[in-house]
Each structure stands twice: as structure tokens, then as C-alpha cells.
């Protein structure tokens, strides 16, 4: 897509952007923040879920696999099979610049963990004058809500900043949904609410115990009464002991004092296998492994690469479809005329070692299955030019072409000496006759 930038195309875009653009930029201070409280006793929402390590860990995980991977647009041809169109104007958006203010990989980025948190990530569809995809432009979900007009026609309310609202068909809408109900996706956060709640206040009662040192779940005993003097030094001097990360220090208690424990210790509750636990807990709510949010407790070398392709299968490949599928029909149009189609090529995140890369690309070499060209694009290496398209085949590594053409026809037989040809039954001249 060839990008202009002389002064009469700004004002031409600008203008466009005035009058096409339905929606507005809103800033922080206008979201509406859902809370709700856990049975622990935490508070548990789509952003202060972020506080906690793992689900900071699977919602980056997920969100920049998704982003980093490259997004095509491609054709079905008939004659050339899947051919990839990097000049159409949908590839400029999906691949470079979506919109002026971010590029490609922030822009699905932001979608991707909207859609994790929230359950839904929006963007609207810009379009220009002659209804051809402009721009998109990132939504925030507590903006948005989904209804149904009077015909049934799922819509869009999007909430602005200086109060009202304006609708957008669904065709204007780009929605990434999550699992859920139809057309609206489910939040990971809100259903896991009571995991993340525990995980936060396990964290919480990790931090307190090391900050209060003692835990003050304790009593002093005495066997004389003490002046309120007394009382308040004796309070000040176990504070100053106590209170804060060093915590093994010693008092001393005179008077007849002697100090019971009411609290457990952390050991006797197990404290660290809860957190390994809450852990792989919060990891089966999002669908990512373990390993992959760096808890390699049970991950070892011989099956690591094996765990990362299985990651890209089962977790990344989903919602890789469900961008493609939103992508193939709102940004070509329903009838699409051209075949044209969609593509986010993960390939990229199953990469092995270059042994087994190399290994691969010797029997996809040998069978035709690769050219040298597409070897060096897909390891990031410039081509040979059009001898590098040429297709091998192992007899005598001669080319694709050759070796399905039909075979020549054997040369006509020559007489003696380079003469002309002769039948066998013909007698030759020097010989002397033979009697019958």
C-alpha cells in the first residue's frame, strides 16, 4: 500500500477521519471499574488481577504470541494455490499500522488482553468514502455494550467521554470474543475471581507476616501487673524487635513474662506449596502451561520443546482463528468476490533448534516440498532471484519440470561406419553372397 504523505492526502485523510470516525478516544479517568469481593476477603477485578504474578504472566504470554506472529492477507488461486497479496491495503493494517497513534504488534496486543481480561476486545472499523477499510481504531471494553436493534441486528453502544453514546453496526465493529454466550464473550477474571481472590490473599499474608515480623497472634503473660508506663515500653520495645522483614531476634522478658503463640507458622500451613498450587490454578483458567509463565517444576529438558508446539496448538491457534475469522468477513465484505482470506502464520513460535530446522528443510528440499527461496524466507535470508523458485527432485537432484516430463523417444539406428541407416535383413556389400 503506498502511503502518501504531501500535504493536500494529510488534509484529504484527516478530513476522512472527521467524518468517517463514529468514536472517540476516551481517556482513564472515564472507565466504569467492576469490582467485586472474593471469599478471602480481596477485591477482585480485570485490572487489579493484573497485581498478581501469574495472571500479569498468562495475559503477556498469550497476548504478544499473538502479536508478534506476522498477519497476511493471501488469495485462493486456482492456478497457483495460496498466493499472499502484501500490496493490499488490508495488509497494511493488519501487518503495519492499523491507525495513526499505534502499530500492528501494540494494536493486537491491546485487543488480545482486553479479550483475556474482559472477555471481549473491541476496535471500530474505519471506513472511507467508498466503504473500503481505513483504519482501526482500539475500543475499551467498559465503553461497549452489545444489543439487539428492533429487526434483531446485533449493534454496538459505545459510551463518549463528554457523556451520550453512538451505535455501530456489527459490520463496523472488529470484536474478538472469548468463550461465552453468543455474541458476547465471557471474562476469564470474573469466573476466576475466587482463585485469583485466594492467590492475592495468600501474596497478602506472605508480605504481612515478613512486615510484622511476629505476627502478633500472640499474648504476654505476666504474673505481676504492670503500671500503664510499663505496659506502653514493654509494647514499643516488642514493636521495635518484631516489626518488619528480620524477624528472628531475640527478647527478653523479665517480671515473671512468659510469650505463647496463638498464630501458625507458614511451614505448618504449607504456605509454599499453596502458592505452587495457585499457580498451576490460575494457568488452567487462561489454558497456558506452566512452564510458560516460568513455574518449571515439573517441566524438564526432554520434554520442553514438545510443551512449547503443544502450547501453540491448544492455546495460541484459537484465538488465532477467531482474529482470522472476524478479519475474513468484516474487512473484505460478506460476498468477498476475490477469495480473499486471512492469515496469521504461527509457524514462527514451533521454531526448534537449527538441527532440526535444517533436518526439515532437507527432506522438504528433497521431496520439492520447498525451494531454496522459501528456505531463506522462512529463516529470514534473502532469495537467489527466479533460479531460487526452481523445485528439486532426488534422481539426480534434477528439476521438478524434468522429471515429470514424458520421455524422449530413443534415436533412429545408424549404419556402419556413421552410414545411413539399413534393415537387418539387408546383406552388406563386402561380404560375399551366401547360396540359398
Known amino acids: 500500500m503506498t502511503q502518501g504523505s504531501g500535504p493536500l492526502i494529510r488534509a484529504a485523510r484527516a478530513f476522512s477521519t472527521a467524518w468517517n470516525r463514529l468514536t472517540r478516544a476516551t481517556s482513564t479517568a472515564a472507565r466504569r471499574i467492576v469490582t467485586g469481593r472474593s471469599a478471602a476477603g480481596v477485591y477482585v477485578d480485570a485490572d487489579n488481577a493484573l497485581k498478581n504474578a501469574t495472571v ?14 506476522p498477519w497476511r492477507v493471501m488469495e485462493e488461486d486456482p492456478r497457483s494455490g495460496r498466493v499472499p497479496r502484501p500490496s493490499h491495503p488490508v495488509d497494511w493494517l493488519l501487518n503495519r499500522r492499523p491507525n495513526a497513534e ?31 477499510v481505513f483504519a482501526l481504531w482500539p475500543i475499551h471494553p467498559e465503553r461497549v455494550t452489545p444489543f439487539r436493534r428492533d429487526g434483531g441486528e446485533l449493534a454496538y453502544r459505545v459510551s ?48 504481612t507476616y515478613f512486615g510484622q515480623g511476629m505476627n502478633p497472634s500472640g499474648i504476654v503473660e505476666t504474673e ?31 517480671a515473671g513474662m512468659k510469650f505463647s503463640r496463638l498464630s501458625t507458622q507458614p511451614n505448618d ?34 520434554n520442553i520443546e514438545h510443551q512449547s508446539i503443544e502450547v501453540v496448538v491448544d492455546s495460541i491457534t484459537p484465538w488465532a482463528r477467531v482474529l482470522e475469522d472476524e478479519a475474513d468477513y468484516k474487512l473484505f465484505g460478506a460476498r468477498n468476490r476475490q477469495g480473499l482470506y486471512t492469515k496469521l502464520h504461527l509457524q514462527a513460535l514451533m521454531r526448534g533448534d537449527a538441527k532440526s530446522r535444517s533436518e526439515f528443510y532437507w527432506r522438504m528440499f528433497q521431496m520439492a516440498g520447498l525451494s531454496p527461496n522459501q528456505i531463506c524466507e ?9 533460479e531460487g523458485d526452481v523445485r528439486f527432485v532426488p534422481v539426480n537432484m534434477q528439476t521438478l519440470d524434468r522429471a515429470t516430463a514424458p520421455p524422449t523417444a530413443p534415436a533412429a539406428p545408424i549404419g556402419h561406419n556413421g552410414g545411413p541407416q539399413f534393415d537387418e535383413n539387408d546383406q552388406d556389400p563386402d561380404e560375399p553372397e551366401q547360396e540359398a
Not at 485469583?196 to 501474596?203: F, K, L, N, V
Not at 504456605?271 to 498450587?277: L, M, S
Open 56 to 69: 500479569w504472566a498468562c495475559v503477556q504470554y498469550l497476548s504478544r504470541a499473538v502479536a508478534q506472529v
Open 378 to 386: 522462512l529463516e529470514d535470508m534473502n532469495g537467489f532471484g527466479p
Open 160 to 207: 463518549n467521554e463528554r457523556g451520550g453514546y453512538v451505535e455501530l453496526g456489527a459490520m463496523d465493529m472488529f470484536h474478538v470474543r472469548g468463550m461465552g454466550d453468543g455474541a458476547v464473550g465471557l471474562s476469564v477474571i470474573a469466573f476466576a475471581a475466587e482463585s485469583i481472590g485466594w492467590a492475592q490473599a495468600t501474596e497478602l499474608f506472605g508480605a
Open 269 to 302: 500451613s504449607q504456605f509454599i506449596e499453596t502458592r505452587q498450587h495457585q499457580v498451576e490454578e490460575i494457568c488452567r483458567w487462561f489454558g497456558v502451561p506452566p512452564h510458560k509463565v516460568m513455574h518449571l517444576l515439573r517441566a524438564t529438558f526432554s
Open 224 to 254: 505481676k501487673r504492670l503500671t500503664p508506663e510499663g505496659l506502653g515500653a514493654l509494647r514499643e520495645e516488642l514493636k521495635q524487635l518484631y516489626r518488619g522483614p528480620k524477624g528472628e531476634r531475640t527478647v527478653i522478658l523479665d
Open 102 to 132: 499505534m502499530g500492528a504488534f501494540v494494536f493486537r496486543q491491546t485487543l488480545m488482553q482486553w479479550a483475556l481480561r474482559y472477555g471481549n476486545g473491541y476496535a471500530e472499523i474505519e471506513r472511507d468514502n467508498r466503504g473500503a
